[in-house]
């Protein structure tokens, strides 16, 4: 079975500088891919960034980027320009290629932001 | 277009009640999901359907049951609360285009449920 592990259960940041979240996992697959979500106090589950795991290229959303190594099954996100809006946690997840798209979680990081 | 929603917001239960936690969805998304979220915790999946008629186990099934009559809604059912089911309740949803990274989950706003 797949498992993501985010070993960093809290960080913080200087409000415009650039906080790095750190998520592993584990698979047998060659293929699938992986997500970082937002979940702020509201508890709503917003998608901040997507990566499909055949594709060497990191993925890019605005301020927010990762750092995807394949071989170490490592997928960070990189907030740059951190914004107060910014705090929340977030959630490493792994969805498979085959099957019903079923995602799995990390335990997630709460960030904060310092002004 | 509420996409998915939720109903109720809030519950208090009593150990050994039962309750029906409702989603709907008007998105005709065909795969939909339920999560459970510990305090502090990422979330885990309990069910899931990817059509009507069908539904499947996910990580954490025991004490819940499902059902998926019509493409729109899929009730979460508690036979027998217990403090250990004390947690917030999402349901997602995604729809069936091939197996790309772009079907894209669309969760609804949670049911906080505590069991005392």
């Known amino acids: 079975a797949q498992t993501v592990t985010q070993s960093q259960p809290e960080m913080s940041v200087q409000e415009a500088e650039t906080v790095t979240l750190s998520c592993t996992y584990d698979t047998s697959e060659s293929d699938y891919y992986l997500f970082w979500y937002k979940q702020p106090p509201s508890r709503q589950m917003i998608l901040v960034i997507r990566q499909e795991a055949y594709k060497q290229q990191n993925a890019t959303e605005n301020r927010f980027s990762v750092n995807f190594q394949k071989a170490a099954k490592s997928f960070s996100l990189k907030i740059s320009d951190s914004q107060l809006g910014d705090a929340a946690m977030y959630f490493c997840a792994y969805r498979a290629i085959q099957g019903a798209q079923k995602l799995v979680f990390g335990q997630g990081t709460r960030l904060t932001i310092n002004p | 277009n509420a996409g998915v929603t ?111």
């Open chain 2, 6 to 116: 939720q109903t109720p917001k809030f519950r208090i239960l009593k150990i050994g009640q039962s309750m029906t936690l409702q989603c709907t969805q008007d998105m005709n998304h065909n795969y939909m999901y339920w999560y459970r979220q510990d305090p502090g915790m990422g979330l885990k999946l309990i069910y899931y359907s990817v059509g009507a008629g069908i539904t499947d186990k996910g990580e954490v099934p025991n004490g819940y049951n499902v059902s998926r009559s019509t493409t729109e809604d899929f009730p979460l059912r508690l036979e027998l609360a217990a403090p250990s089911q004390t947690s917030v309740y999402f349901c997602a949803t995604s729809d069936f285009q091939g197996t790309g990274v772009e079907n894209e989950q669309f969760f609804g706003p949670g049911t906080r449920l505590t069991v005392l």
